[in-house]
């Protein structure tokens, strides 16, 4: 296939070559050139712009920053992508963006005779969630296996972006759960390090084991190594709770969460790592620990 990718940044950069290893024809864009030197070392076509992109595409990904920027790239009047798209073929947003948003996207698309597909993708690109017309994604699904690991079909448009939200949900407020806990027994002077290996081994959570490591040895990154930023990960929570909020569903251990985020957006560590947010309830606490790995 043809295929188009707005956005060669952190995950852009790793499917890319995938698509390409496929066999397939990729055209790339980034406003940094320096995003796709490699890329086109390695294969791809660069396009001066979006549009052109877009142009001669059985599809176009997108891999973007915020869903304002998204909604630009997709939508605008003068700029937007879909307006350059041959007829039908297919918008991929595989960025984390509201269900509303994607529901927009695809209907704006099929007034013009193309198609709106959300795919998020979760845990550095292995699994993808996918929203959208059946037939749309089953004729992508070579891409998609090209790119992820794990393929999954949700549904109608905006149902791959809930499930991404969902999984983040879970995710994080976990993960605080998790420091809460062992805070708890830290303050009780139980030792953290028995008090961890019997949650993970009764519990099965092992998931926050790394992020439990480099909290021990205060590894936060830096804007250019992080890989799961605050920032990011504040914003996915905040859409997933405004999205318990317009259902009216249940939401108060995503609110805390969020408010956590917040609070270490707010002392300026947005750019490292989303674990440093750990330091908010250490500080509550009053105490620090030494994290051990589960």
Known sequence: ????????????????????????????FDTRLEAMTNLVLEGAIQSE???QVASEADAVFVSLPNPTIVEKVALDENTGVIHSLPK???FVDMSTSPPSLARKISEKCNEIGVFGIDA???????????GGSKSIVDKLWPAFEAMCEK??????????QIAKLCRQYVSYTAFFTLIEA?????????????????IGESTGNSGPGQSLKRLAERDFGSPESARAKLDIVAK??????ELAE???????????????????????????????????????????IEYPSL
Not at 182 to 198: R, Y
Not at 264 to 287: D, N, P, R, T
Request: net charge positive; aromatic share 8%; glycine share 14%.
């Open 120 to 130: 998020p993708v979760s845990n550095g690109g292995i699994f993808v969630t996918i």
């Open 236 to 241: 996915d929570l905040r859409m997933a709770v």
């Open 49 to 51: 712009s979006a549009k």
């Open 182 to 198: 062992l805070l708890i027994g830290h303050k009780s002077k139980v030792d953290t390090q028995k008090l961890a290996n019997f």
């Open 88 to 90: 039908g073929s297919a």
């Open 1 to 28: 296939m043809n295929l188009g990718f707005i956005g060669t940044g952190n995950m852009g950069a790793r499917f890319v070559p995938r698509l390409i290893a496929a066999g397939h024809t990729v055209s790339i």
């Open 246 to 288: 317009l259902i009216d569903s249940p939401h108060g251990t995503g609110t805390v969460t969020s408010d956590t985020l917040k609070a270490a957006q707010e002392k300026g560590w947005g750019e490292w790592e989303y674990w440093v947010s750990a330091c908010i309830l250490e500080e509550i606490s009053g105490k620090k």
């Open 151 to 160: 393929v999954i079909y949700m549904g109608p448009s905006g149902q791959g």
